[in-house]
């Protein structure tokens, strides 16, 4: 057994504690960083938890590679035979958790394009287990998950587009809610379960953000809809509505100069993730 020093100098992290107190009503998250290395801080109830940012979260790398997903893709490619075990398993519900306490850190911070890689990270995990696991219901219960991994997946890509401060970013980020939104449905529909598509609670926070980009920047109808509608008008020669097609969708094309200052006006509240 350890000595429990009184001082700041040995084991005891009571003085990092106190300094920064938990805060049970938000998300409590900061980078640190120097010339070398910058890891994730995230404040729990009983401690803090410090997460690389680049690889796995845990800094390590199993069995030679940078994550455990990345050595099961390798050993699969290797065996046609494969299939996970016990120990599999057990590493993969560790990643798993790893992975979902770094995206709720880059949410945090508004680090929506390193959110976006560690949603895909899981989505790919997921994906594999469904393949290659021999037990349906350690598979299922992972793939409940999958629309929440969604939705947040989604949430950051519209975000990160609305960010990137370029013509078109905000039909970008919508384009982004209904791509994800299709996605789920889809999930939804693969489980004969699509008559509770439009009643998911997540799925209605995805409209509600999606209706407020177009309320706040005078979108209007999404893109798809308007360039389906111009392909009508040409095709049936209505050439005076095409032109107004046209000139409606250009107008969507020029918007620019889109900040995240204003997140709370889209409806959106970052501490609910």
């Given amino acids: ?9 040995g084991f005891n992290i009571e003085h990092i504690l106190t ?6 009503h938000s998300i409590n998250v900061r980078l640190l960083k120097n010339a070398a ?3 994730l801080q995230m ?5 803090i938890l410090q997460l690389e940012t680049d690889g796995r979260p845990d800094g390590k790398r199993p069995n030679g590679e940078s994550t455990y997903y990345d050595f099961l893709k390798a050993a699969a490619i290797e065996n046609k035979e494969f299939v996970l075990q016990e120990q599999d398993c057990v590493e993969i519900d560790r990643e798993f958790v790893q992975y979902y306490h770094r995206r709720i850190c880059w949410l945090q911070l508004k680090e929506f394009d390193r959110a976006v890689s560690d949603a895909d990270h899981t989505l790919g995990l997921m994906d594999f287990c469904k393949q290659f ?4 219901e350690w598979t299922i219960s992972h793939e409940q998950y999958r629309p929440f991994v969604l939705y947040h997946r989604t949430q950051a890509a519209a975000l990160a587009a609305l960010n990137a401060e370029v013509a078109d970013s905000a039909q970008s980020a919508i384009d982004e809610v209904d791509l994800g939104l299709e996605e789920i449905r889809s999930l939804f529909e693969q489980y004969n379960a699509g008559d509770q598509f439009e009643g998911d609670e997540l799925v209605q926070r995805l409209v509600e953000f999606r209706d407020g980009l177009r309320d706040k920047f005078e979108l209007g109808e999404s893109m798809d809809v308007l360039e389906s509608k111009l392909k009508e008008a040409i095709d049936s020669e209505d050439y005076e509505a095409a ?4 000139d409606k969708i250009a107008e969507i094309k020029n918007q620019t100069d889109l900040v995240l200052d204003e997140m709370d006006e889209l409806g959106l509240d970052i501490d609910e993730f």
Avoid: C, I, K, T
């Fill in 133 to 136: 696991s021999q037990d349906e």
């Fill in 43 to 47: 404040r729990v109830d009983m401690g």
């Fill in 1 to 9: 057994m350890e000595h429990l020093s009184n001082d700041s100098s």
């Fill in 243 to 246: 032109a107004e097609l046209r």
């Fill in 37 to 39: 290395r910058e890891v």
């Fill in 19 to 24: 300094n920064w107190p938990f805060d049970p």
